[in-house]
């Protein structure tokens, strides 16, 4: 285990600060724009890794929390003329009242029958914004401009501060991880995955500590949601609670590696350039296209390598450690 | 008189729909004792070691386990209270090391990572696995399995382990070593009940023997008084068996 993380660690703090100084190195802003998605979806993908990485237990519900975050702050100004900075705050600490509150029937379900129920889940909240007055339904809330400061979390044409947002967002995520990952909390997550029966006899309590993952989760996905409706300053609920969304966090995290620190940020590499090529260059006909070459790659990986891109890479080094 | 047993059962009672998994067991277990589980398969044996280790809420009687009412327990309260079971079919945890799955068992005393991983040491050490620490749970034999079902179980200190079939499926050195542990376990103050069908190895290291048939007590006693009990000779061990060991 220490080991692991000390052959890992250089690298990580190599391609953290890579991914932090990339967008200084083009005056694109469309390439901007692509890189702030993509720290976004490789932080969403850390997040929703301690919960199916770690514990074992597939989400594909976490457009929701994403969701829940996004409204939250454009709620607060719209309505309250509060800073978007407590709508974040207060839209992570709802996402993660919600992900408790549905943690405890749902994780009563075991496998599948768990992933549809999130999946559910996702739908059902989505329905509720839909048709939710207060949040205007389903025509969505314009975030009212202000003008461009830290505090206002509006910077109009400027893409670089709400790239360092993201980044800052995407760096809570990562070191969460690592830090869940090799805790003792994190390492009763890999005991529930390996055999939830050991663990019991163990001494642990199955769903007090899936709870708590899906918790520590879905605080940080909401985090992404408020960066998401502060960057667009327009949030729908076909947007912010989208399937689509939910897919892209899985098949991203799937596609890299499930469970390590490093498959969402290659994931993320891949498919979100991918996904916006797809968009820009095709426009409306070319929406799926990029789901549908993802599907494609997983479905390419997972056959020869279940752990993904990061299996692929780290296969050797493995082999060499298990024969010593 | 004698201090109260540290595991007491009465009337232990297990139903699955028409089946009688378990019909009003009761035994105690003394403190420091090795007590073997024994019978024919479908006895109720693994159905028993479920109730009292909480994986099932058993249908009617009581279990008191060191003072405590534990009848309905989950596994994670009994574990607590000193009590720990591994599993017939082992339940190795795969994409961990060893020393993780250990690590895993030490928590539960030590939530001080660099306390638990000293006393997850301690354990391997005890049973002989310190050199596998870094292999993953997937790479074991199945001896090294067993074994390490047992160093988890030993890492959450337990008072009373619950041993399911450790020896099956072992050769006779490997039995000779599991039989040696036990008696080692024993040696540490820990009570032991071991559900075996193994029983050269299991009798001559009892300090008593209950068996069960088609979820019924039908005898309990000094092993070598088992081992000469008509009726448990005939139905249970088989005609070939007898006492002259």
Redesign the interface.
């Given at each position: 285990m220490n080991s692991g993380w000390k052959i890992q660690r250089g690298p990580l703090i190599a391609a953290a600060a890579v991914m932090g100084l990339l967008p200084l190195l083009t005056s694109n802003v469309n390439l901007q724009h692509i890189l702030i998605l993509l720290v976004m979806y490789a932080g969403l993908g850390e997040a929703w890794n301690i919960v199916t990485g770690l514990a074992g237990q597939t989400s594909f519900g976490h457009s929701a929390f994403f969701g829940i975050g996004a409204y939250a702050a454009a709620v607060a100004y719209w309505k309250y003329g509060a800073s978007p900075w407590i709508g974040m705050a207060v839209g992570s600490l709802i996402a993660a009242a919600v992900a408790a509150a549905i943690s405890y029937p749902v994780f009563r379900l075991e496998g599948k029958y768990f992933s549809i129920a999130t999946l559910a889940f996702g739908e059902i909240v989505l329905q509720i914004f839909k048709s939710w007055d207060y949040v205007d339904g389903a025509t969505g809330i314009i975030i009212p401009v202000a003008p461009a400061s830290l505090l206002n979390f509006q910077f109009h044409g400027l893409k670089i501060p709400y790239f360092y947002i993201a980044y800052a967002i995407f760096l809570v995520s990562l070191v969460t991880f690592l830090a869940v990952e090799r805790s003792r909390f994190g390492l009763y997550l890999k005991a529930i995955k390996n055999n939830q029966d050991a663990a019991m006899s163990l001494g642990i309590n199955p769903a007090k500590y899936k709870l708590m993952s899906m918790v520590v989760s879905a605080a940080i996905t909401a985090l992404f949601g408020s960066f998401y409706a502060q960057y667009i300053l327009y949030i729908d609920p076909f947007m912010v609670f989208s399937l689509d969304l939910s897919l892209k966090i899985v098949l991203l995290t799937v596609l890299g590696g499930l469970g390590s620190v490093w498959g969402p940020i290659l994931g993320s590499a891949l498919l979100i350039p991918l996904s916006e090529y797809t968009r820009i260059s095709m426009g409306g006909t070319g929406k799926g296209i990029d789901l549908m070459v993802f599907g494609l790659l997983i479905m390419l990986v997972t056959s020869f390598r279940p752990k993904g891109i990061v299996g692929m890479l780290t296969a050797r080094p493995r082999a060499a450690k298990g024969g010593a | 008189m004698e201090q109260a047993p540290l595991l007491s059962v009465r009337d232990l009672t297990m139903r699955f729909g028409s089946l009688l998994a378990n019909d009003k067991v009761s035994f105690d277990v003394e403190k420091g004792q090795i007590v073997a589980l024994i019978g024919p398969n479908g006895a109720g044996k693994t159905t028993c070691f479920s109730c009292l280790?909480g994986?099932y809420a058993p249908t009617s009687g009581k279990v008191r386990f060191d003072g405590h009412d534990t009848t309905g327990m989950?596994?994670?309260h009994t574990?607590?209270l000193g009590m720990?079971?591994?599993?017939q079919v082992v339940?190795?945890?795969?994409?961990?090391?060893v020393?993780?799955?250990v690590?895993?068992?030490a928590?539960?005393r030590h939530?001080d990572?660099s306390t638990?991983k000293a006393r997850a040491k301690e354990a391997m050490e005890a049973t002989g696995m310190l050199h596998l620490a870094?292999?993953?749970?997937k790479?074991l034999t199945i001896a090294d399995r067993k074994r390490l079902e047992i160093t988890?179980?030993l890492?959450?200190e337990p008072k009373l382990l619950m041993l399911d079939e450790t020896m099956a499926g072992l050769n006779p050195t490997e039995t000779r070593e599991a039989m040696d542990l036990c008696l080692k376990l024993k040696g540490r103050g820990i009570t032991l009940i071991i559900v075996e069908h193994v029983m050269e190895a299991i009798m001559p290291i009892s300090d008593k023997a209950i068996v069960l048939d088609s979820g019924r007590k039908i005898a309990e006693g000094r092993p070598s008084d088992i081992v000469r009990d008509e009726v448990v000779i005939k139905a249970y061990l088989g005609e070939n068996y007898n006492a002259k060991s």
């Open positions: - | 280790s994986f989950k596994p994670y574990c607590r720990t079971r591994t599993f339940k190795t945890m795969g994409d961990m090391t020393e993780e799955n690590l895993i068992g928590f539960l939530p990572m638990a870094g292999k993953f749970g790479s988890r179980a890492a959450t």
